[in-house]
């Protein structure tokens, strides 16, 4: 990853915004991380700075108080765009939006996001998926009883994504790579 001032404010940016957030994980580590890893992976692909700032963001609009105007103001239009379209709208008219129904929409909205976007998504569940079978190998079966939602709703959400990106990216290396965590992660849960 270039360190580019864009990269380094987008950096800054996502630091202060995911302050005191942390990824569950078999230790506690700083949110951040996941940023950072999502980041790195569409980096060493070759993506631009607006990419790969979108990579670090990619998260704010759904887990912090962010708002798409603060993004277009701090970076441009692009990376709010790229943002947006890798975001779940996690409520509706002041409500919760159930999961299965927010993340089918998201699927929905992948499908026809830019090919950027599916990057980043694809860097997103890599990250996510590998992050899990780490966790797994430390905890076992007593990983999942912190899960939200059951082993096969995740698998699943996974193999949608996986599907998106073998659809509209079907060569890319990070494809391949998300193909190979997700027939681990079925192999590793589905006995869970």
Not at 23 to 51: K, N, Q
């Amino acid at each position: 990853m270039n360190h580019t001032p864009q990269i380094k404010k987008a950096i800054q940016f996502a630091a202060r915004k995911h302050h005191g957030q942390m990824r569950r994980e078999a230790e506690p580590l700083p949110y951040i991380t996941h940023l950072f890893s999502a980041a790195l992976l569409v980096a060493e692909d070759g993506a631009d700075d607006d990419v790969v700032t979108a990579a670090l963001l990619h998260d704010t609009l759904e887990d912090t108080g962010t708002t798409r105007e603060e993004i277009v103001e701090a970076f441009n239009e692009r990376v709010a765009l790229l943002v947006e379209a890798v975001s779940e709208v996690k409520e509706k008219d002041g409500k919760k939006i159930d999961w299965k129904e927010r993340k089918t929409k998201y699927l929905e909205n992948l499908e026809t996001a830019p090919d950027e976007a599916i990057l980043i998504a694809i860097a997103d569940k890599i990250d996510n998926i590998e992050s899990k079978l780490e966790a797994f190998e430390k905890e076992g079966e007593a990983l999942h009883a912190g899960w939200k939602q059951p082993v096969e709703d995740y698998v699943w959400y996974h193999g949608e994504a996986l599907r998106i990106a073998q659809k509209r990216l079907p060569d890319h290396r990070l494809t391949r790579r998300l193909a190979e965590v997700h027939d681990l992660e079925r192999a590793k849960f589905a006995s869970a």
